[in-house]
């Protein structure tokens, strides 16, 4: 395992947001905001390079929004 150590990967919080018709996603530009039910204390997914690692909780950090981790799916 030590070799792996040092490999950067990328960490996600699955936030679900809502359905969208092709038509809306087509819509979308930079600035568009996709409104979401979630807020601060609620969980989410957490995945590592694309796979699912565990569960955290939606908080605030220093006025940014951040994701405690409540469970861990690994040793």
Excluded at 21 to 40: E, M, N, P, W, Y
Aim: glycine share 14%; proline share 4%; hydrophobic share 50%.
């Amino acid at each position: 395992m030590a070799p792996f150590l040092g490999v950067p990967l990328t960490v996600e919080a699955v936030v679900e947001g809502p359905r969208l018709k092709i038509s809306d996603l087509l819509a979308l530009r930079a600035g568009s905001v996709i409104a979401t039910t979630l807020s601060a204390g609620e969980s989410v997914g957490v995945r590592a390079g694309g796979a699912e690692i565990g569960a955290g909780e939606l908080t605030a950090l220093d006025g940014r929004l951040a994701v405690r981790m409540l469970d861990f799916h690994g040793k």
